[in-house]
């Protein structure tokens, strides 16, 4: 019974020390919007960044096989369609929006335990009743599908709402 107790602490404490290695590393990583200008995310010549090769991201332009997801459609007004987007986007969990234009939206979703950032950007281009649509994490080779999880139930939940 003791080496059952003691095998089972040695593993708690391993544990809890790559927990708390984690939130170290975590802590060195850049989380600010500055991290973002200087990464080149937004809209150039009316389109997003495309996706770096790793499978951590998807993008609805220009998007290769694995990186590829479809635009969200609106059939109502383009402003009332973006406040839509910004409300449906307060509820989405641990995300903060930190930038928006009358044609695009950057936020940051962090993930729930080591807090981990994602870049999703949204972008209204003048002449499609289309939301454009990216999401990224900033770290790792590959985040099993979060990113593009995300942006499907927000495509859900805009339907729901009828845009």
């Not at 003691?6 to 060195?28: C, E, H, K, M, Q």
Request: proline share 5%.
């Amino acid at each position: 019974m003791f080496h059952l107790l003691t095998a089972f602490g040695r593993r708690l404490l391993r544990s809890i020390v790559f927990v708390i290695l984690l939130t170290l590393i975590n802590s060195l990583i850049p989380h600010s919007a500055t991290w973002a200008a200087s990464s080149g995310l937004g809209v150039d010549n009316g389109h997003l960044s495309s996706c770096p090769a790793s499978d951590n991201c998807v993008v609805s332009q220009n998007g290769d096989f694995k990186h590829a997801i479809d635009p969200i459609p609106y059939h109502i007004d383009r402003n009332a369609a973006r406040k839509t987007l910004l409300k449906a986007l307060t509820v989405v969990p641990r995300t903060e929006i930190i930038e928006q234009t009358d044609n695009y939206i950057h936020a940051l979703s962090k993930s729930r335990i080591f807090k981990f950032i994602d870049d999703v950007e949204f972008y209204f281009p003048p002449n499609e009743p289309v939301i454009h649509v990216r999401s990224s994490a900033r770290v790792g080779e590959s985040d099993l599908g979060v990113n593009r999880r995300r942006l499907e139930q927000i495509r859900l939940a805009l339907r729901d709402l009828n845009i």
